[in-house]
Nanobody
Framework: QVQLVESGGGWVQAGGSLRLSCAAS????????MAWYRQAPGKERELVAS???????NYADSAEGRFTVSRDNRKNTLDLQMDSLKVEDSAVYYC????????????WGQGIQVTVSS
């Protein structure tokens, strides 16, 4: 049974930093995309940043220049270093692991709260 477990969330003042981690277990992975999404109250879930197994990264405009996504393929882990945090970064952050080619899979973590106060 595949599991994605997020850690590292919490509370921080605006301008501060947090590092989120996601660990995938219970399966064999490769040729896939790991990503961070977030969802604030009353808003749709949105992509924050993603990284392919080959290391290609993609960032939302809101994250570009402040957040850094990275993954360790051997450990099946995904990190998100968040710097210069803003109040509007407050949300539940979700880890996602998906592969669009056979064998297709799509897994989500349970989510972790990040709160940025002014």
């Amino acid at each position: 049974q595949v599991q994605l477990v997020e850690s590292g969330g919490g509370w921080v003042q605006a301008g501060g930093s947090l590092r989120l981690s996601c660990a995938a277990s219970g399966g064999r992975f490769g040729g896939d995309i790991m990503a961070w999404y977030r969802q604030a109250p009353g808003k749709e879930r949105e992509l924050v940043a993603s990284v392919t197994s080959g290391g290609t990264t993609n960032y939302a405009d809101s994250a570009e220049g402040r957040f850094t996504v990275s993954r360790d393929n051997r450990k099946n882990t995904l990190d998100l270093q968040m710097d210069s945090l803003k109040v509007e970064d407050s949300a539940v952050y979700y880890c996602r692991l998906r592969r669009v080619y056979t064998p297709v899979y799509n897994y989500w973590g349970q989510g972790i709260q990040v709160t940025v106060s002014s």
